[in-house]
């Protein structure tokens, strides 16, 4: 129980919600810098339409008639909701809005996602067991002799 619960607590603790809320020129929101030191999952949400994820080398050079060509490609995409499989290095999520967008990103490492599923994966199949030695101890309990 404690390693399922641990488990499903550094999930919630490792997973950051951000806003992409800094004007860098009129027009085009920008979010902080997300340097990644090994291989993460991105996921952007969003409500608007022009938007994207970029090499930070580009930023300077990357404007709404252009975005496309400097966007990365997510792996899946939902309704709302890009997912990005990215490597080592800088990226910003750019949002061209003439008012503050609702865009929300949020980014954690696969290592971090293999530890926080091990062991919540691990304590779940021990809660299962330590329940059945429970019934079983309950069930195959002898009467003491009277």
Not at 6 to 15: C, D, T
Not at 111 to 135: E, N, P, R
């Amino acid at each position: 129980m404690a390693l399922f619960l641990g488990g499903s607590v550094l999930i919630k603790g490792r997973i950051h919600v951000y806003t992409v809320s800094s004007l860098y020129k009129p027009g085009e929101y920008i979010s902080l810098p997300i340097v990644l030191n090994s291989t993460a999952l991105l996921t952007v949400q969003n409500g608007g339409s022009d938007w994207g994820v970029i090499d930070a080398s580009e930023l300077g050079a990357v404007n709404s008639s252009n975005l496309s060509a400097y966007s990365l490609r997510y792996e899946v995409m939902t309704a709302q909701t890009a997912i990005y499989n990215l490597t080592a290095g800088s990226y910003y999520v750019v949002d061209f809005s003439q008012t503050a967008p609702h865009t929300h990103y949020s980014y954690f490492s696969e290592g971090s996602i293999l530890t926080t599923a091990l062991l919540s994966g691990m304590g779940f199949i021990l809660l299962i067991v330590g329940v059945i030695i429970a019934v079983l101890g309950t069930v195959l309990k002898q009467k003491p002799p009277s």
